[in-house]
């Protein structure tokens, strides 16, 4: 029994939506939900999950398009999203919101977290990690031995910074100091493309 996690690319930019849950208490959490896609409701119903948490890498567009839809499927569970992603979060215009899903998208979490905190998730830990530069409030949640990047680190790659408040320094620094400490064998789980692990970044990644 442990942390059980599924992929799900939704959205059209292709973004990728986790669904991970407790196995032995069934108590589940979704990783940036672009779209409420059938196959989400459809696991979750399979698995006889109950929804604790929508929690937010970041709150881009193309992260954020089916929160809302998530959120009244599951009235009981609660939006999280890192401190520093107030104003983005609260304006339409910074999240590109109606570029990316076609209406402007203003959301309020519930719980608003920092570098350091833990959200328990039945048996397991949820750690949050402040990795800012892709967004000034982008964190990334380290569940056991996986790591949910969001738009911080790909594979091979890394976030964008010419958006609104992007800040590449921020970004390198994040990879560097927050995400490259963790275990080589840490498996990364990017909000766009393949998974990879910390040991390949540090060997292979080009910009930092």
């Not at 967004?135 to 609104?164: Q, W, Y």
Request: glycine share 10%.
């Amino acid at each position: 029994m442990g942390m059980k996690i599924a992929r799900f690319m939704v959205g059209m930019i292709g973004t990728n939506c986790y669904l991970a849950w407790d196995d032995e208490t069934k108590e589940a959490a979704i990783f940036d939900p672009a779209a409420n896609i059938p196959q989400i409701a459809q696991t979750i119903a399979e698995e006889s999950l109950t929804l604790k948490y929508v929690i937010l890498t970041h709150g881009h567009g193309d992260h954020i398009g089916g929160v809302e839809a998530v959120l009244k499927a599951n009235p009981d569970a609660q939006l999280v999203a890192g401190e520093g992603e107030r104003q983005i979060l609260a304006d339409a215009r910074l999240n590109f919101s109606r570029d990316i899903v076609g209406k402007d998208l203003v959301l309020s979490p519930d719980i608003w977290v920092k570098d350091g905190d833990v959200l328990k998730l039945g048996k397991q830990e949820l750690k949050i990690i402040a990795t800012p530069g892709h967004t000034p409030g982008g964190i990334s949640i380290l569940a056991g031995e996986a790591l949910f990047s969001g738009d911080t680190l790909f594979h091979a790659s890394i976030g964008r910074t010419d958006l609104a408040l992007g800040c590449y320094e921020d970004l390198i620094n994040s990879i560097r100091d927050k995400l490259y400490v963790l275990p080589d064998d840490t498996l990364v789980l990017p909000g766009h493309m393949e998974e990879t692990t910390i040991e390949f970044e540090k060997k292979h990644n080009p910009f930092v």
